[in-house]
């Protein structure tokens, strides 16, 4: 299940209908003692950055998720200790007392732009001991300097095509960004998958795991959060059909001799 943001614009369940609940100490109380992954918008203050990670951690989230992408919503920056505390300090009001200007610092730290580097990583290891996911990669040499500066792992994503008009398909990138990295990190896919034969191409072409998100929210929209659990099980329940009919037992069966590349007559081909 990907990451989706302001998910009331969809239904009256938000965040709620697909996590539970959406502050950081409140999922973890009802995700109990099953496994959670943290996606960080990254903030360009390092300190509160750390303090993000910090709660993550005393809260029993295991992977880091770092998207190449944009933050949404006020919610996590309002609760940040840290942030709270710079804020009151610059403007000598707490965010609550001053909801448009704290919305506006905070968006102004994780929409950080072009402030990060590949050196940063570094940073993020000092407050996270446990693996780092980046989210968003399309190019063959990001993944490589993902392997380079020791990334665990790697999705290869364009945030389901709604960033970038005319951006490459993920599906269309992820068999050279496979290639490139081979085992030296975990390679996972998003964007585009609507049905289980979406699923067994990414499989096929390399990918470790599947990851789905508008599909959720199109359900979350119709009757909420059972609605969007039926979206997916009818996902799953594709995915078993699909590879039953194709004759692949297993996902270990899926892999590249189960596909065909076919160029339709529509297609626009280079005239070299």
Not at 10 to 23: A, I, R
Not at 34 to 47: I, K
Not at 58 to 63: A, D, R, V
């Amino acid at each position: 299940m990907a990451p989706v943001g302001v998910q009331v614009i969809f239904h009256g369940d938000k965040e709620t209908g697909l996590s539970e609940v959406s502050s950081i100490e409140e999922v973890a109380k009802a995700n109990g003692a099953g496994p959670r992954w943290y996606q960080l918008y990254w903030p360009q203050d390092n300190d509160i950055t750390q303090s993000l990670l910090k709660r993550a951690k005393e809260n029993g989230y295991k992977t880091l998720v770092v998207p190449f992408a944009k933050g949404e919503e006020d919610r996590t920056g309002f609760e940040d200790p840290v942030f709270r505390e710079k804020f009151q300090h610059q403007s000598g009001k707490t965010p609550e007392e001053d909801i448009q200007g704290a919305s506006k610092a905070w968006v102004g730290e994780v929409f950080s732009g072009a402030a990060h580097t590949w050196e940063d990583i570094k940073l993020l290891r000092e407050g996270w001991d446990g693996p780092i996911v980046l989210k968003g990669i399309q190019h063959p040499d990001d993944a490589r300097l993902a392997v380079e500066y020791g990334v665990d792992g790697i999705v290869v994503s364009n945030h389901g095509g709604r960033q970038l008009d005319g951006a490459v398909g993920s599906l269309e990138m992820l068999p050279e960004i496979v290639d490139a990295v081979g085992d030296k990190l975990t390679v996972l896919f998003d964007s585009g998958v609507r049905t289980g034969v979406d699923v067994i191409k990414a499989l096929s072409l390399g990918a470790k795991a599947v990851i789905v998100g508008r599909p959720a929210i199109y359900g979350l929209s119709i009757a909420g959060k059972q609605s969007a659990k039926q979206v997916l099980q009818g996902i799953l329940a594709d995915l078993d059909n699909s590879m039953g009919l194709a004759g692949i037992k297993n996902i270990h069966g899926c892999n590249r001799s189960v596909l065909r590349k076919v160029q339709y007559g529509g297609d626009v081909k280079s005239s070299n």
